[in-house]
């Protein structure tokens, strides 16, 4: 039982360069989530799938788009990479009774 | 929208100190409470929740937290801290029964135990 995992685990890219981080759980939950973690800002939400087929805006969306191909996977793609996207990104699925995170992904931008 | 208060950025303590570390929130509503800990290079995990009843929680690694409704605040204790509770806290919230059980998370705690 792997819990939520996402790949990769680190990317460096340049500016303007586009880039999909996967993440995929097998927890059977229905609600997942992508987080970015910035120093001094704790975890903020980018996106978040209630349900299969569903997705909705979180706190910082811009820049960013989802797909939640199933109800296992939700990937997080940045259409054209900038600096301010440098952060640890974050995955989680949740069943009623807790939030659980995949191991992130730290990415550069240059 | 609701909001997270952690007030304490950094905080230093030598081994088998007492810990207490603050959290507020801002939401009229009824929401439910966590604790997460995420040690150097890991990923989040959780410490302990609230959702109904005892409003002292027990977690693991003997940590414990109190929920205050009339303060808004879910305060994080611990007795006697180890060199291994280094790590950063992060307090967060999401509103119960609503669809939506997105966290809302503070900016967190680092805490450094000097051995």
């Known amino acids: 039982n792997a819990g939520v995992t996402q790949t990769p685990k680190f990317q460096v890219l340049k500016t303007g360069q586009s880039m999909t981080l996967q993440c995929a759980q097998d927890m059977n939950h229905n609600s997942m989530y992508w987080y970015r973690q910035d120093p001094g800002m704790g975890l903020r939400l980018i996106y978040y799938?209630?349900?299969?087929?569903?997705?909705d805006k979180g706190e910082v969306p811009n820049g960013y788009n989802v797909s939640r191909l199933n109800k296992r996977e939700f990937s997080l793609r940045l259409e054209s990479a900038a600096p301010s996207q440098t952060s640890v990104y974050f995955c989680a699925s949740n069943l009623a009774g807790g939030t659980f995170f995949g191991q992130g992904t730290r990415l550069t931008v240059v | 929208a609701q909001s997270v208060s952690q007030h304490n950025h950094h905080v230093i303590l030598s081994e088998a100190a007492s810990l207490e570390l603050g959290c507020n929130y801002s939401?009229?509503?009824?929401?439910?409470l966590f604790w997460y800990v995420q040690y150097p290079g890991q990923h989040l995990q959780l410490l302990l929740k609230?959702?109904?009843?005892?409003?002292l929680v027990k977690g693991i690694k003997g940590f414990e937290a109190e929920f205050i409704k009339s303060k808004f605040s879910f305060n994080l204790r611990k007795p006697s801290v180890q060199w291994s509770d280094t790590a950063e806290y992060f307090c967060?919230?999401?509103?119960?029964?609503?669809?939506?059980?997105?966290?809302?998370f503070g900016s967190g705690t680092r805490l450094q135990v000097q051995p």
């Open positions: 939401y009229g509503g009824t929401v439910n």
């Open positions: 799938s209630a349900s299969e087929g569903t997705t």
């Open positions: 609230y959702f109904s009843g005892d409003p």
């Open positions: 967060a919230v999401n509103v119960k029964d609503t669809g939506r059980r997105a966290l809302t």
